[in-house]
């Protein structure tokens, strides 16, 4: 694995520290969704740099998998999500 | 070629952490919106790039492709219900003025 894949995995874990912060720090739901999502692009991205890096087949199964569970999270919250108004 | 790409991987990689910052300092939710969707959509898909210049697999091209479309599609529909719901709940905006 080379420095430049290895310095992108840093930075990934770095983003991961920081949702993580922004989601236990904001008050509000909409934004802890907002860092959960963004949470889940990071795994997708974190999954392919490894697949870049170590070439096993299981990390891009695994970014396959979180894509599709992202998709799905987006359409549950198409769905649901503007009509829970009481409890935001 | 396969230095290129492992550049554009870590120029995508700088992207979603500047989506995560944004987060941070956006002053209101539309904003953070804003910065979340399409700074992260635009750094997976650097990484995606990047990726098929290091691979020379088959296999990681249809999947980048399926990943590609599926973000495509995921990304902005669950900006719209963020911002929807954020709309109807009245959610503080901040005023430039």
């Given amino acids: 694995m080379s420095i430049i894949i290895q310095a992108s995995i840093l930075i990934i874990c770095l983003t991961f520290i920081i949702l993580v912060i922004q989601c236990l720090r904001s008050k509000s739901v909409l934004d802890q969704v907002l860092a959960m999502e963004l949470m889940g692009v990071s795994g997708i991205a974190l999954f392919l740099i490894l697949f870049i890096g170590q070439e096993t087949i299981l990390f891009l199964d695994l970014a396959q998998l979180l894509t599709f569970v992202s998709f799905i999270i987006a359409l549950v919250f198409s769905t649901f999500l503007p009509k829970k108004e009481k409890s935001l | ?97």
């Fill in chain 2, 1 to 97: 070629m396969i230095t290129l790409g492992e550049i554009i991987t870590l120029l995508g990689s700088i992207f979603l952490l500047l989506s995560a910052i944004g987060l941070i300092r956006m002053p209101d939710f539309l904003m953070r919106l804003q910065a979340a969707s399409k700074a992260s959509s635009f750094g997976l898909m650097l990484i995606l790039i990047g990726g098929s210049m290091v691979l020379d697999y088959w296999q990681y091209e249809v999947v980048a492709a399926t990943i590609f479309i599926f973000l495509l599609i995921s990304t902005p529909i669950g900006a719209h219900a963020l911002a929807k719901a954020s709309n109807r709940n009245q959610l503080p905006i901040k005023d430039s003025n």
